[in-house]
């Protein structure tokens, strides 16, 4: 049997066509301590967009240009509400006790997204090329000599940086998010603790 075969067998046996789209949520998830989440991924979608807005441009004509200066700004308060979000959702979620009942792989992969997102974060701070950048990146170089990783990722070579910002970064991130997406819809929601 091929790895599709077995996907999909998978996917029929552990996500329904209701829990994938469900029509009705259970009542608790009308809180706003569930909000957190899907503003987290509202805040990607203009990430990307923005993102590949700048990418048409190439990665410097935001700074000549007009409707580049808007869609760069557009991208960094997104980037801020992004991980505004994602922090009210990280701690909503740790207070909700979210990995509960068998739920410890859901948390585990966003705390990957986590991770991600904030290395993500650092890789474009280092491309915007002004002086804070050029700082950091020599600074964070140090860091990542001393964490053993110098090696391997160089936050001065701009060409690297921008590779990991725009292509490997982004990808991992959306595919952890599907991951996430489907072991919340298999699961459901995680449930409020009882009085």
Same mark, same amino acid.
């Given at each position: 049997? *091929?790895?599709?075969?077995?996907? +999909? ?6 996500? /329904? ?12 998830? *009308? ?15 203009? @990430? ?22 808007? $869609? ?7 980037? +801020? ?9 990280? @701690?909503?979620? $740790? $207070?909700? &006790? ?17 991770? @991600? ?10 491309? %915007?090329?002004?002086?804070?950048? +050029?700082?950091?990146?020599? %600074? ?8 053993? @990783?110098?090696?391997?990722? *160089? /936050?001065?070579?701009? &060409? ?15 595919? $952890? ?19």
């Amino acid at each position: 049997m *091929n790895l599709t075969t077995r996907a +999909q067998r998978y996917l029929r046996l552990d996500l /329904t066509l209701e829990d994938a789209l469900p029509t009705r949520m259970p009542v608790y998830v *009308n809180s706003v301590a569930y909000l957190f989440g899907a503003a987290t991924m509202m805040a990607l979608v203009m @990430i990307v967009a923005s993102g590949l807005a700048l990418a048409l441009g190439g990665p410097t004509w935001y700074h000549t240009n007009s409707v580049g200066h808007f $869609f760069n700004s557009i991208h960094f308060w997104s980037v +801020q509400l992004f991980f505004l979000a994602m922090i009210l959702h990280f @701690i909503t979620k $740790f $207070f909700l &006790g979210a990995w509960r009942d068998g739920r410890w792989l859901t948390w585990m992969v966003g705390a990957l997204m986590l991770g @991600i997102g904030v290395f993500t974060g650092l890789t474009g701070f280092l491309l %915007q090329s002004s002086w804070d950048s +050029q700082w950091i990146a020599t %600074q964070a170089k140090d860091a990542m000599n001393a964490a053993g @990783i110098g090696a391997v990722f *160089n /936050t001065m070579d701009a &060409g690297q940086v921008l590779t990991l910002h725009v292509a490997a970064l982004p990808v991992a991130l959306l595919a $952890f998010l599907a991951l996430h997406i489907f072991l919340i819809r298999r699961d459901s929601p995680v449930r409020p603790y009882e009085d």
